[in-house]
């Protein structure tokens, strides 16, 4: 899961993020503009604040919608899936906070999880270290800064995009596998595409 994409599956398959809170921002800057400038005890006021309220939740409410609508095209597939740990606290203490939150992953994973259980599967929490900094093909470490948003491996020369290799380690570490060059093998790689599983990545 990232904020480029809302997600990216180890098919390489994007999910575009909505952006519901972003595209709304301006609306409900003048809402809340409107509602400073009411006198407080006044009847405008009182309607003032119900506006402001009904404009957050209408954005909340597409916000949920899209995120049961994603977990459910994931699961309907019958796989299982796996996906980052992530740190979503310590991430929205950050300047990506406002993005953070439009993306809402801590409600997305808390919805594909309890999906996921009703369905008879699994969503596996993955540790994301070095994910995006190894190699999918060969376990070779590449390091990348966040801006890089390509994957090029110069062992193997495997090129993807940053998140679609992210996505096939985290397949590989959920079925035990681990991301190493040791251990990592083109054979190993073509048993693990067999297994039912989806994997998303950040």
């Known amino acids: 899961m990232g904020l480029k994409s809302f997600l990216v599956d180890d098919s390489g ?10 595209k709304s921002e301006k ?6 503009r409107s509602l400073s400038r009411k006198k407080k005890g006044c009847k405008r006021r009182h309607i003032a604040i119900k506006r402001v309220a009904k404009a957050h939740l209408n954005v ?19 796989k299982h899936v796996a996906h980052e740990k992530l ?3 310590g991430i929205a203490r950050t300047k990506l906070a406002k993005s953070t939150h439009d993306a809402g992953w801590g409600q997305f994973l808390q919805i594909l999880s309890i999906k996921a ?11 994301p ?3 995006s900094q190894n190699c999918s093909g060969c376990g070779t470490k590449v390091p990348k800064e966040l801006k890089d948003r390509l994957h ?6 495997l090129t993807l ?3 679609h290799n992210a996505a096939i380690n985290i397949k590989h570490l959920a079925v035990g596998h681990s991301v190493n060059k040791a251990q990592v093998t083109s054979d190993a790689i073509a048993g693990i595409t067999e297994k039912p599983a989806l994997y998303a990545s950040a």
């Not at 909340?60 to 459910?72: C, E, I, L, P, V």
């Not at 090029?152 to 020369?157: F, I, R, S, V």
Request: hydrophobic letters at 35%; one cysteine or more; proline letters at 3%.
């Open 13 to 22: 398959a994007l999910v575009e993020i909505p952006q519901h809170y972003r």
């Open 27 to 32: 609306r409900l800057k003048q809402l809340q």
């Open 60 to 78: 909340a409410n597409q916000r949920k919608d899209f995120h049961y609508k994603t977990a459910k095209k994931l699961l309907s597939q019958g």
């Open 87 to 89: 740190n979503i606290k």
């Open 117 to 127: 259980e009703r369905a008879g599967l699994l969503a596996i929490a993955v540790n």
């Open 129 to 131: 270290n070095g994910t």
């Open 152 to 157: 090029a491996c110069p062992e193997c020369g």
């Open 161 to 163: 995009l940053r998140d």
